[in-house]
């Protein structure tokens, strides 16, 4: 009797402190691609999440708030494998990063069944968030930026357009978005072109563009997929075409801009953040990102991290540390806070991002290219969901 009271009391210690430990901490499982076409995005917002922590503490409502980061390589194969790992292994609260639509709707199915928060932060298709309840988004949509831009241009004198996109879900939603309301606005598709996601080869739609010679081409692109065009429509001597390039601000890219080269300076594009931003969060944010991370410039992906890293400290906050699917899914609907790129809220109907959007011209300031914010549309909910809701 005596014996096996001692050997329970010593099981019941030996478990103790790793099932305290256990309570006390929040996980949250960060996949993102880290390797491959779209590191970009993953070595960006996995600077943001690192900066949001060392500013803010690991600690919340009592809780310490560990993320484990997982490289997808951006196939969503892996994305669903490394997230149901991190349900039924790590036992996270909260599922994270994504950074293209494949990832994010490969994921959703797993955040739906275990009641997982899943907190998109890079994906931009609009129909993301209707793909399960337990999504909410920090990153944007296409639409978001497309309807702004095709309204500046039918406004400015643009009467014919050629759109070229990256043939998936944010390259249609923009090619789609766009053309309605440049259409809707009084103005002329010539042609729609797309290229593949991976790898694609810009030479034979170029040709294309440059044989019809229209007055503006708008193009999306990808995070990270920019530059490689931009070369491409300078190689092909376009920039010098007459052919004016309008925008989604995923071109002109801030992780890249400055490497394209003057030939972008007076590009018009539109888009929720610029590092160029011009406000005393925004400024502190950048300086500090640059400096932890040997001068790199955050670009729109890492604002949609250390926002992403906000929503679950403020959610935490609000359920007081219970990590309920539920409660912290109600915890969300709603929030407001200011961001670098602006004011921002997470709309409780749609659990979506609304946001500024910011016209915004290629200029040099200081010796750099940035993209110079001049026009702001305030608190645009996603027109896709708006449209539908009619
Ligand atoms: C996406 O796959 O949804 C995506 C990725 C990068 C972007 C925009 C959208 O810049």
Redesign the pocket.
């Known amino acids: 009797m005596l014996r096996r009271g001692v050997t329970a009391a010593f099981a019941a210690l030996a478990l103790a402190p790793s099932a305290a430990l256990a309570q006390e901490t929040v996980k949250v499982g960060l996949i993102l691609p880290m390797t491959g076409q ?1 590191a970009s ?1 993953g070595k960006q917002i996995d600077a943001a999440v690192k900066l949001y922590q060392a500013q803010n503490g690991a600690t919340v409502a009592g809780k310490k708030v560990e993320v484990i980061l997982k490289d997808d390589t951006s196939v969503p194969d892996v994305t669903k494998r490394l997230a149901q790992e991190l349900v039924v292994n790590d036992k996270v609260a909260f599922l994270a990063g994504f ?6 709707l490969a994921t959703a199915p797993i955040a739906t069944q275990a009641k997982v928060p899943e907190i998109v932060m ?4 609009s129909s ?1 968030t209707e793909a399960s309840p337990y999504i909410a988004r920090t ?2 949509t ?1 639409a978001q930026s497309s309807v702004p831009m095709a309204q500046w241009a039918a406004k400015n004198g643009i009467k014919k357009v050629v759109t070229l996109v ?1 043939d ?3 390259g249609i939603d923009a090619e789609k978005s766009f053309s309605e309301t440049f259409k809707a606005d009084g103005g002329t598709i010539v042609e729609n072109l797309r290229v593949p ?1 991976r790898s694609p080869d810009f030479s034979p739609v170029l040709q294309k563009v440059a044989d019809i010679k229209p007055d503006a081409l708008f193009v ?5 997929t920019g530059a490689q065009f931009v070369k491409q429509f300078i190689e092909r001597g376009l920039d010098k075409s007459g052919v004016k390039l309008i925008a ?1 601000g ?1 071109v002109t ?1 801030d992780d890249q801009l400055n490497g394209m080269g003057d030939a972008m300076v007076g590009v018009i594009n539109a888009h929720n953040y610029s590092a160029n931003h011009d406000s005393a969060m925004n400024k502190a944010f950048v300086a500090a990102f640059e400096k932890a991370n040997n001068g790199m410039r955050p670009n ?2 890492a604002v949609g991290g250390y926002d992403g890293m906000h929503l679950i400290y403020a959610a935490l906050k609000k359920t007081n540390g219970v990590t309920d699917g539920d409660k912290l899914m109600a915890a969300i609907k709603g929030m407001a806070w200011e961001s670098p790129r602006g004011p921002i809220s997470i709309d409780p109907e749609t659990r979506d991002i609304v946001q500024n959007i910011y016209i915004r011209k290629v200029q040099k300031v200081g010796g750099e290219l940035y993209n110079v914010e001049f026009e702001t549309i305030a608190n645009v909910k996603d027109p896709v969901k708006a449209a539908k809701k009619k």
């Open positions: 779209q995005t950074g293209i639509t494949p990832s994010a890079a994906a931009g298709t993301i990153s944007f296409l990256s998936y879900g944010p996601m999306f692109v990808p995070s990270g989604t995923d890219d729109f992906m």
